[in-house]
């Protein structure tokens, strides 16, 4: 009896032990695994058979309705499942895609897109320039309450259409008015409010993807689930199931199949970086598209398969500039700030230290870029002082709001030690993000002397990062006006010439970050995307400065 | 018993309609803009358009009746955030994800915890005992996300066994179960020890041992089946405990179930989920709590009149 007891438990215990046991016991065994798994990838090897890979997308596509997305994930995947009008190259210059060429009138003002001849929907029908129209006005519609319903703001119509108030307005009649227009199957036509020479590159962005009706019709808002969607592009939506997997496969098909490599992409969604991360190390996933964890950066760099691109975004700590008035205190905070030092210790991520808000890789960056003194890359804590000594009302009390993701609080703390050899007290408060942009108004909350933001483009022009900080400016939150930045911007708006236009980008950087800039705002840095990309795509897995992946260049080698 | 039921189920409706009230009223307190998910300013007129849209703009009691009256015809509404689906579509989609994973990780507790108490119980202050009951405390103690952490790093990323995450094939199964498990076969374990030890000092099993019935047959047929009452008490509200309970586990192992949908929900201020899945897990637990008063009536007619 008592042996039998004895076996029994015997038994238990390591059925219920088997798994951490043999778990530790396996450990030379799985790094063998893992390490002839490793060098199976070749750099610059042969095309491999097997052109199957599996990404991580980081979290679920909010939508993949082309008016309604508004976020990195469902443009990646709308990009390589639709066929946008043009593409952007790695420099972002505009490629007609599409869309067979582009042509803009003299005046700058009228936009004429002709179509290919083998555009095809998957349910057969051709793609006319009747899809086009009927999309961008679907998202401009205020039926449908799109939040990129902006984005078509630029075209003559759009924003009285989208301002429409069912109740009281004509708002078919609006739609009628707005300029854009199928004159022929092949011929969009779309008429600016102003000349807007970056019009032709805002098309590359998912809003401006053609749309089917008749799958709109049919399924109403379930017209984008993979049993109902009707696509245009290289891949077409197979699997997509919530929260879990989105696969994409290649379609034979499509006009340019024969270029296009990839057989099959599977998608999955998962949230959490250090999850994903070990995904990854477990050889689950081919390509971890950003989403490492801040703390792990500095042991992944070491891998072979990590990765970085530049982005088109700024991270930045601004001044409510009615609690800190003079100018003089903010250009030595400004100073005391050691960028270097940031990116080095806390970010790791390569980020290039800022010396302006327009990013590099902008078009026109060499004339926009106001070389600011006051944002040195490594600290000037001496000048800092000096000129602090000189202010003559210092404020010397102040906080510091950040949002709560991670990686935000080693950077202001950072800060906050800098600012304190100023002789500056700041304390550091977070809020969860919702509640922290309800508080930022704008107008700010009172209480806010400093707060962390980026800004992430959405088209490639400078315009989208300088009119931000215009006195009507939804976005700008420092309580800062000036009327010559404001005036240096409204002027560029209506200016057509790229090099002149830059020039005007130039004065107002000048206005705000120059030598007698009011620095509303400190840059700090210039962001870039970390991935982990198994060696067998890394070489044709690039993002460019928008953060978009063409799939159709990937290739898997051996 | 049949009029003690009858009432029982009635008061939950109350508990209903006041739990949709305090969350409501609290979604409301703590603002934030669900049709604003990022730096980027929202237009007036897009917003004006949403609100429109989603009616988040009417008078607070007429989107409180509007919505109660939802609930009881099982509409939810739709998401405010994840355009084009509704509040049903999640928890059609998720739900079953963590049902299955807390029945999974609760049939894990119940086969490996029931046992090794038995044991523990009949070697009663032996080494047996002692290792059986000092293994329960530990996993009793140490927070299932660490079992988890600790899974994934030993069994799936070095010895390559599983999956690291995901919930797709039933090796992808195994890790979350049997991390989510490990705390409720604690508890079980120690339960079934502490019960059995009392019922093994019984009268009735001096008896039976005396009238020289065989010791197997008395532990199974007298002592155990009356030491397992009060795991079948507890295992109840445990059930619907594992079931609500799982959110770190389906974060940690990427699992898609309706915790990551209720976190989301919460950050980006998709009220409409936010309200169904709470109308949703509160059900779950007034119904468990529900199911123990009745069985208690049932199982001790005294509780039918002193608690009805």
Redesign the interface.
């Known amino acids: ?1 008592r042996s039998k ?2 076996w ?2 015997v038994a ?2 390591v ?2 032990l088997a ?2 046991a ?3 016991g ?2 030379d ?3 063998d ?2 390490g002839t798994e490793a060098t199976t990838g070749e750099e610059g090897g042969s095309e491999a058979a097997e052109q199957v890979i599996t990404v991580n997308w980081g979290t ?1 596509p ?2 993949l ?1 082309p008016g ?1 997305a ?2 990195v994930t469902s443009a990646n995947i709308l990009l390589n499942i639709m066929d946008p009008l043009v593409k952007l190259d790695e420099d972002l210059n505009p490629v007609p895609n599409a869309a067979e060429s582009v042509e803009t009138s003299k005046d700058g003002r009228t936009v004429t897109f002709t179509l290919r001849d083998d555009l095809k929907w998957t349910n057969g029908d051709n793609v006319t320039a009747q899809d086009f129209e009927y999309a961008w006005k679907r998202t401009v519609s ?6 990129y ?2 984005q078509f ?1 630029g075209i003559v119509g759009a ?1 009285d259409y ?2 429409c108030d069912p109740k009281k307005d004509k708002c078919a009649a609006l739609a009628d008015k707005m300029g854009v227009n199928a004159v022929d199957d092949k011929t969009l036509e779309v008429k600016l409010t102003t000349p807007q020479p970056w019009f032709a590159q805002q098309v590359a962005h998912h809003s401006f993807l053609a749309v089917n009706k008749k799958a709109v019709d049919q399924f109403g ?4 689930e993979a049993a109902n969607i009707v696509t245009n592009g290289p891949f077409t939506l197979e699997r997509w ?5 989105i696969d994409i496969v290649k379609d034979p098909d499509w006009r340019g199949a024969a270029d296009v490599k990839l057989t099959r992409v599977n998608g ?5 970086g250090t ?2 991360v ?2 990854f ?2 050889g ?1 996933v081919d390509v971890l598209q950003e989403g490492l964890p801040p703390d792990e950066i500095a042991r992944l760099k070491e891998t072979p398969e990590y990765d970085q691109y530049p982005g088109l975004g700024t991270e930045y700590f601004a001044f409510n500039v009615k609690n800190i008035p003079d100018v003089k205190q903010r250009r030595a905070m400004s100073l005391a700030i050691d960028r270097r030092s940031i990116i080095d210790n806390i970010t790791q991520a390569d980020e290039i230290p800022a010396n302006g808000f327009t990013p590099e890789g902008m078009p026109g960056f060499d004339a926009i870029n106001p070389k600011s003194s006051w944002a040195p890359e490594n600290a000037d804590m001496e000048q800092a002082k000096q000129l602090m000594g000189e202010v003559a009302n210092p404020v010397t009390d102040i906080t510091i709001y950040i949002n709560d993701d991670p990686g935000h609080r080693e950077k202001a703390v950072a800060i906050q030690a800098s600012w304190q050899e100023l002789g500056i007290d700041s304390t550091i408060k977070q809020q ?4 922290y ?2 508080f930022l108004g704008p107008p700010p909350n009172n209480d806010v002397d400093v707060f962390r ?4 483009g ?1 088209f490639v022009d400078a315009i989208n990062f300088l009119e931000l900080w215009t006195c009507e ?3 700008n939150n420092t309580n800062y006006c000036n009327k010559e930045y404001d005036a240096a911007i409204e002027e560029a708006r209506m200016t057509a010439d790229n090099d002149a236009r830059y020039e005007l980008y130039g004065k107002a950087e000048k206005i705000a970050w120059g030598e007698n800039g009011d620095l509303p705002l400190i840059p700090l840095y210039w962001v870039t995307y970390a991935n982990l990309e198994k060696e067998s795509v890394k070489d044709s897995w690039n993002t460019n400065l928008l953060d978009q992946i063409d799939l159709t260049k990937v290739v898997v080698t051996e | 018993m049949a009029k003690f039921i009858v009432r029982r189920i009635f008061w939950t409706i109350p508990v209903l309609l006041v739990v949709i009230f305090l969350t409501f009223m609290m979604m409301r307190q703590i603002g934030g803009n669900p049709f604003r998910q990022s730096e980027r300013a929202v237009p007036e007129a897009v917003q004006r358009n949403l609100e429109e849209k989603f009616h988040v703009n009417d008078p607070w009691y007429l989107q409180y009746a509007h919505y109660v009256k939802g609930v009881f015809t099982f509409d939810l509404g739709p998401s405010l955030v994840v355009r084009g689906r509704d509040v049903n579509d999640i928890v059609r989609t998720h739900f079953p994800k963590s049902i299955e994973l807390g029945v999974y990780a609760f049939l894990f507790a119940l086969v490996i915890g029931v046992p090794l108490g038995m044991i523990a119980a009949l070697r009663h202050n032996t080494w047996v005992d002692y290792s059986a009951m000092f293994f329960s405390n530990v996993f009793h103690a140490v927070p299932s996300f660490l079992v988890a952490t600790l899974l994934i790093y030993f069994v799936a990323l070095k010895a390559g066994w599983f999956p690291t995450s995901g919930w797709t094939t039933w090796e992808h199964k195994i890790l979350p179960s049997v991390a989510l498990g490990f705390g409720p076969m604690a508890l079980f374990a120690r339960l079934v020890r502490g019960t059995m030890l009392e019922t093994l000092q019984q009268d009735y099993v001096r008896t039976a041992r005396a009238k020289g019935l065989r010791y197997r047959r008395v532990v199974g047929l007298h002592v155990l089946r009356n030491s397992l009452i009060p795991v079948v008490t507890a295992a109840g509200p445990l059930l619907g405990f594992i079931i609500t309970g799982s959110f770190v586990i389906e974060l940690i192992f990427n699992i898609p179930g309706i915790g990551q949908s209720y976190i989301d929900s919460v950050s980006n201020r998709d009220f409409s989920v936010v309200m169904g899945l709470t109308v949703l897990l509160s059900g779950i637990v007034i119904v468990a709590n529900l199911v123990v008063d009745i069985l208690y009536g049932i199982l001790d007619p005294r509780t039918r009149d002193a608690r009805g």
């Not at chain 1, 808002?221 to 984008?224: E, G, P, Q, S, V």
């Not at chain 1, 199931?241 to 997997?245: I, V």
């Not at chain 1, 969860?432 to 509640?435: R, V």
Request: net charge negative.
């Open positions: 009896m007891t004895f029994l438990l238990m215990l059925a219920s798994l951490v043999a778990g530790c396996g450990d065994e799985g790094d695994a893992a679920e909010p939508s309705d309604l508004s976020d205020p039926e449908l309450g799109a939040d319903a902006y703001y924003q989208n301002g808002d379930k017209w984008t199931e919530h929260s879990s997997a999955r969604m998962i949230e959490d999850t994903a070990q995904a190390e477990a689950e969860e993000f919702q509640q942009l309800e933001l980026g800004w992430i959405d400016s939804g976005n």
